[in-house]
């Protein structure tokens, strides 16, 4: 989870492990790594608002993705990791779309895993080159 700034009474929700729904709570200060609100001192914390969906399921928070983002994802009914493109996140249907094109020199699923290992090699150097 991202790292962020809350200010006092900030509607957010909260909990201490993955399998704990989530409860509504007023934020009150940072506790060292916690977060201390009205109610008690939790690990997890998040905004409520964006979030409304998650109150009281045990459902995790969606990720912060930004269109152009590159992302590794499970296709219905394979058994590999693809990477793609993120485009948006659809809230009419609750989930995240994302491209998968054909390049003229051949698929994106060619071309992504050419710059994934691109970036992971120039990475490993300290930095990314294009």
């Known amino acids: 989870m991202t790292k962020r700034e ?12 993955n399998n704990e729904p989530w409860r509504i709570q007023f934020y009150s200060h940072p506790y060292g790594e ?6 008690g001192v939790y690990v997890q914390c998040i905004p ?5 969906r998650l109150l009281g399921t045990t459902d995790g928070p969606e990720p912060e993705l930004k269109k152009g983002d590159i992302v590794a994802v499970w296709d219905k009914g394979d058994f590999h990791k693809k990477i ?3 485009s948006r996140y659809d809230g009419r249907f609750h989930r995240h779309v994302v491209l998968d094109c054909l390049f003229s020199n051949g698929s994106a699923d060619e071309y992504m895993f050419d710059f994934a290992e691109k970036f992971a090699a120039a990475s490993v150097q300290g930095k990314a080159s294009s």
Do not use: S
């Open 48 to 52: 409520y608002e964006g979030n409304e």
């Open 84 to 86: 793609r493109i993120y």
């Open 6 to 17: 809350f200010k006092p009474f900030d509607r957010v929700l909260v909990r201490d492990a």
């Open 34 to 39: 916690l977060h201390a609100c009205l109610n």
